[in-house]
Structure formats: structure tokens, C-alpha cells
């Protein structure tokens, strides 16, 4: 039976021809890729698939009854074709941007975890020697940069730059 009947029922014809536009529309969208990540693709696929085959039953496999027709699928073909015009935008934006360039090896220069990665730049000038003798007495903690060495029976204090150190609060007199 073909429920395809503009002069019959054309609210559900146009729902049935707009399901299989929409369903195809997804499908090309996840095949084609269109900048989208896998993810999206994946569900673009089955959506459009789902679309398809719902449109499939409605037109060819209905034999007619109680049909519940939701506007608000339509809105996914429509946020898809966004996301992917979206994708499409920034990556030839990316493609069109100029490279920083990179700076050279400077061994003097403060970390910075942000900098692009360097495959040109020089080895660093003093490598770590386990052998090479360390700062203080053999057994002694060594202190951070910049703290007071070790001194046995005072408090410990916490370290500037240890953001989970808390202060020692004063002790108060007993009394």
C-alpha cells in the first residue's frame, strides 16, 4: 500500500518525504564526513539510517491506523548541517592561518609548557649526572631553591611554592 497520497493525506506525506529528505541528508553528512568527528559521523549514520527506514515503513509498509507525527526530529538534520558548515569553516580558517615561528634553543630561558615543540633545537648544554657530588651532606635533605637549609628541631614550615602547605598557626602561651 502506498500512503504516499498528496490529495489523501498530505500531512502525512509531506511528514513521510521530509523523514526520507532528512534521513538522506544525515547520511550523506556521516558518510561524507564533512570536518565532523567520528563520533558525530557515527551518529549521523544511524540517525539518517533510522530516518530512512522509518520513512521506508510509513510510505510502503503502514497499513494505516494511529500515526504520531513529531515535528522535532527535524531539528537534528538541522543542528547537523550547522555543526558540519561549522567544521568546515574553522578547518580552512586553520588551513589559512600562518605557523608562529619557532624560537631557538635557549637553555637560559624560563619552562614554558606552552612553546611549540622544537624537533631543530640543540640538546640542553648540562645534562643530569647521577655521579656529580649534590649540594649538603650525604644523607641531608637538599632544600628547594631559594629555602633555608635543613635545621634539626625547628618546625617545619611549609614551602612557597607548594600550594597545600599550610601555615603553622603561633603557639600560645599555656597559662
Same mark, same amino acid.
Given at each position: 500500500?502506498?500512503?504516499?497520497?498528496?490529495? #489523501? =493525506?498530505?500531512?502525512?506525506?509531506?511528514?513521510?518525504?521530509?523523514?526520507?529528505? !532528512?534521513?538522506?541528508?544525515?547520511? @550523506?553528512?556521516? @558518510?561524507?564526513?564533512?570536518?565532523?568527528?567520528?563520533?558525530?559521523?557515527?551518529? !549521523?549514520?544511524?540517525?539518517?539510517?533510522?530516518?530512512?527506514? &522509518?520513512?521506508?515503513?510509513?510510505?510502503? *509498509?503502514?497499513?494505516?491506523?494511529? @500515526?504520531?507525527?513529531?515535528?522535532? *526530529?527535524?531539528?537534528?538534520?538541522?543542528?547537523?548541517? *550547522? #555543526?558540519?558548515?561549522?567544521?568546515?569553516?574553522?578547518? !580552512?580558517?586553520?588551513?589559512? #592561518?600562518?605557523? $608562529? /615561528?619557532?624560537?631557538?634553543? =635557549?637553555?637560559?630561558?624560563?619552562?614554558?609548557?606552552?612553546?611549540?615543540?622544537?624537533?631543530?633545537?640543540?640538546? /640542553?648544554?648540562?645534562?643530569? =649526572? $647521577?655521579?656529580?657530588?649534590? #649540594?649538603?651532606?650525604?644523607?641531608?635533605? @637538599?632544600?628547594?631553591?631559594?629555602?633555608?637549609? &635543613?635545621?634539626?628541631?625547628? $618546625?617545619?614550615?611549609? *614551602?612557597?611554592?607548594?600550594?597545600?602547605a599550610q601555615p603553622q598557626p603561633p603557639q600560645q602561651p599555656a597559662g
Amino acid at each position: 500500500m502506498n500512503n504516499l497520497d498528496f490529495s #489523501a =493525506n498530505p500531512l502525512l506525506s509531506w511528514y513521510i518525504v521530509l523523514l526520507a529528505l !532528512s534521513g538522506a541528508i544525515m547520511l @550523506v553528512l556521516g @558518510v561524507v564526513g564533512a570536518g565532523q568527528k567520528v563520533g558525530l559521523r557515527i551518529l !549521523s549514520i544511524l540517525f539518517g539510517v533510522g530516518f530512512l527506514g &522509518y520513512a521506508y515503513y510509513l510510505a510502503f *509498509v503502514f497499513q494505516g491506523g494511529e @500515526v504520531i507525527i513529531f515535528f522535532k *526530529v527535524f531539528i537534528l538534520p538541522v543542528g547537523m548541517i *550547522v #555543526a558540519s558548515v561549522k567544521a568546515i569553516v574553522e578547518r !580552512s580558517n586553520a588551513k589559512k #592561518a600562518p605557523t $608562529p /615561528p619557532v624560537a631557538p634553543y =635557549n637553555p637560559n630561558a624560563p619552562y614554558n609548557p606552552n612553546a611549540p615543540y622544537n624537533p631543530n633545537a640543540a640538546a /640542553p648544554q648540562s645534562a643530569f =649526572n $647521577p655521579n656529580a657530588p649534590q #649540594a649538603g651532606q650525604p644523607g641531608q635533605p @637538599v632544600p628547594p631553591q631559594g629555602a633555608a637549609p &635543613y635545621q634539626p628541631g625547628a $618546625p617545619a614550615q611549609p *614551602v612557597a611554592d607548594n600550594p597545600y602547605a599550610q601555615p603553622q598557626p603561633p603557639q600560645q602561651p599555656a597559662g
